[in-house]
């Protein structure tokens, strides 16, 4: 066998994982900077600063800031979607799944809070065309409030509100605690949202 192609076999994944840390310490930066500066007021220049590379490797990477910042989006949407669906993947009753799922909003949320904390705001003044994510998060909980209907464990005489319930009441929370920060540990944030959404304001 050529030695050079064996040697080469080796290399190519190394060279590819070297491409992928880069581009995952890019994104981590990116993350930063926009949190701190906003979405219109971050620069590349900062962004491959504090990434710890040149422009023209960010640049290599990505083809502008607003591709960037699109992959940044996408790589945080994907990660809460694939933890979402292992909340969702744990034949358990209704009732330790809607843990389940509220906590991992709120533990997503916690370990990228100043970034999506903009996307929440973006988010929030969007009503009537909600991000990818949120339109993805939207059909898990429909999912999920499915499962507590067969169950019998939601009313079915408003089946059709539910899901906006839940929605509203996870989202209720996060803003809470956008604007009131330290004030609610994660658990407590999930049991607040849970027992809105199930037993309402009532004394």
Known sequence: MNIDSKYETRVRPLRERLREETARAILVAAEEVFAEKGMHDARVEEIAARA????GTVYNH?????TL????VESRRKELARRLDQALADQQPFAAQLQGFALTVFEHFESHRPFLSIMLESDTARVTQPSQAMREVRARIETLVRRGLDQKALRSDRAALLPSMLTGALKAILMHDLRNPGQLA???????AIDF???GAGA
Do not use: I, T
């Open 186 to 192: 994660v658990p407590e944030r999930a049991a607040a």
């Open 62 to 66: 990505f083809e502008d800031r607003h």
């Open 52 to 55: 710890g590379v040149s422009v």
């Open 69 to 72: 910042l699109a992959e940044l």
């Open 197 to 199: 959404f199930l037993n």
